[in-house]
């Protein structure tokens, strides 16, 4: 499907807890290479007219802040994990500069965890300030925000369905440990995946480094780029060095254009 040029930034790459993981005196977590510091996993989508966010963490402020976010058209949800939506309700500012609802994208599964999420949001008289949210459900179904047109591609997080999402030859999966072959399909042909990859051991619910190498491969991705990383994997430059040529751990503020 035919789209805009568009730049994707990543706002954080780190797993739930981050890195460093607060008490933590391993390696990465001391290490003073700035790739080894990660916020919780969420991208930025930009084109010329339209910006929108995959996931708000519990670090969407900070994120937010430090890319100088001024406007926001949309927020995508992929799952209502804590640490995929617990920034909903920092999104406040852009309802109050910006003069309207947030509009938050999201599958059944996500909305409802919205809403148990920030529940004073929708009760039937809701107090000045609480945030101003616009809820819509997507599906299989492609949808359209502004100039984007973004196809939904479920992904299985142990038993817990998760979305991903491919803009044009983008394709953006995380929180995933099994992909069923209709899905993949809907993956073909990208030019560059992301994909989760927490560490090296086996985990009941997200791709280990190996399972992400080999589902990369399988798919002949000529580019992909790992996210949703443990301070268990190792440090940045030790970890990119045991990697194929075409993949690569993605990092916060790394930016990739289309």
Not at 207 to 226: D, R
Request: some cysteine.
């Amino acid at each position: 499907m035919p789209q805009p040029a568009f730049t994707v930034t990543f706002l954080g790459t780190g797993t739930s807890g981050g890195i460093p993981l607060v008490g933590c005196n391993c390696y990465v977590c001391q290490s003073d290479d700035v790739k080894d510091k990660r916020l919780r996993s969420s991208i930025m989508i930009e084109t010329a007219t339209t910006r929108i966010v995959v996931d708000a963490t519990p670090d969407f402020r900070q994120q937010m802040l430090l890319y100088g976010v001024k406007k926001l058209d949309a927020l995508v949800l992929t799952h209502p994990h804590k640490d995929h939506i617990g920034g909903i309700d920092d999104t406040r500012p852009f309802q109050y500069f910006q003069q309207a609802p947030t509009q938050v994208y999201g599958s059944a599964y996500s909305i409802e965890g919205i809403k148990r999420e920030i529940p004073y949001a929708f009760t039937a008289n809701p107090y000045p300030g609480v945030p101003q949210i616009e809820l819509h459900t997507i599906d299989q179904d492609p949808f359209q925000i502004g100039d984007l047109t973004i196809q939904p591609i479920w992904v299985w997080h142990h038993k817990m369905p998760v979305q991903g999402f491919r803009i044009g030859a983008f394709t953006y999966i995380t929180d995933a440990n099994r992909i069923d072959p209709d899905q993949l399909k809907k993956i073909e042909g990208s030019h560059t995946l992301v994909l989760n990859a927490l560490r090296k051991q086996a985990h009941i619910s997200h791709f280990t480094l190996q399972q992400a190498i080999n589902l990369s491969q399988s798919l002949k991705m000529p580019q992909t780029y790992f996210t949703h990383i443990s301070h268990q994997l190792g440090t940045h430059s030790e970890i990119n060095a045991e990697l194929p040529h075409h993949i690569a751990l993605a990092y916060d503020g790394l930016q990739l254009h289309f």
